[in-house]
């Protein structure tokens, strides 16, 4: 028995090495999606970044190494489609994303608080709240550009912030500084917009609330703690993982509906541009990583501020 027993711990795996067998099983599915499908899309784009890319006389496709022209061009010559330079569209669609990225995951988060509270009501409430997500969100932004939607949305969320009643108010009954003002008062005036994005997050959010013990709150409130400290101390370092989650989900999903993709395909295929559309596309990307990059960095150092 004994001998089995040592026999059995011989092949017994590590916690350790069990969390990464069991992490790396969980994303091979993606890992298979990405090189069947991605990796020489991807590989190809690259490639004719730095050629000229042409049709031949038999058909197929001609490419002529070009080096850097696609990308010297791409930043030199090209336009975009409303006729300004590739430089302005980045710096506009960065600053856009990284303006709209932490609005979107605090009003989600918001959301998902409201939506996990307990009242009466609650199960309508988040059928409200999810009901776009189910029939497709796409369905219901349709709707709004409709004129009947436009204008029930304009009554509904107009008086108060219509005709920037909000900013006069603000500047009025508060010492914010100018620009804030008028940040908060353009933000406020996209509200609807602004929820139409925070589906997914809100979902994402209320399933990190959900997985919360409620013996965590139990232990908070036998401390002293009121609902200021323990939403602060408790429930936000609980869902740091979630959150690390949800913005990258974000920012993923901003870049992709920026107007940045909607010219890499005028590039590639209404200009017949393949070369400068495949230059778009790599720099699109490094764009991304280097964004994400930046997201994560501001994240880890604000996880060693709070650990401090």
Known sequence: MKQSGIKNNKWKMKYSTSKKVNGFIFILPWLLGFVIFFAVPITNTILYSFNKVDVGNGGGIVLTFSGLQNYIDLF??????????????????????????????????????????????????????????????????????????????????????????????????????????????????????????????????????????????????????????????????LLANVTVFTVIYTLIDLFLSSDIAVEVYNFAFTKSKIGIGSALSVVYMINVLVALGIVLLFLKVVNLIEKR
Not at 208 to 216: F, Y
Request: glycine share 6%; net charge positive.
């Open 76 to 237: 030199t010559k090209e336009v975009t489609t409303l006729s300004y330079p590739i430089q302005r569209m980045f710096a506009d669609e960065n600053r856009n994303i990284f303006t709209n990225l932490p609005l979107i995951v605090i009003f989600s988060l918001f959301l998902a608080i409201l939506a996990n509270a307990k009242f009466p009501g609650r199960s309508i409430v988040r059928i409200i709240f999810f009901l776009p997500i189910v029939l497709g969100l796409q369905l219901i932004v349709d709707w709004t550009k409709d004129s009947v939607g436009r204008s029930l949305i304009e009554t509904a969320a107009g008086g108060m912030f219509g005709n920037h009643m909000g900013a006069r108010l603000l500047f009025q009954y508060t010492f914010l500084p100018k620009n804030v003002v008028l940040f908060l008062s353009a933000v406020i005036g996209n509200i609807f917009q602004l929820i139409t994005r925070t589906g997914v997050q809100t979902m994402i959010f209320l399933a990190g609330l959900q997985s919360i013990s409620p013996s965590h709150y139990e232990v908070a409130k036998i401390e002293g703690a009121n609902s200021y400290e323990v939403f602060w101390k408790v429930t936000i370092p």
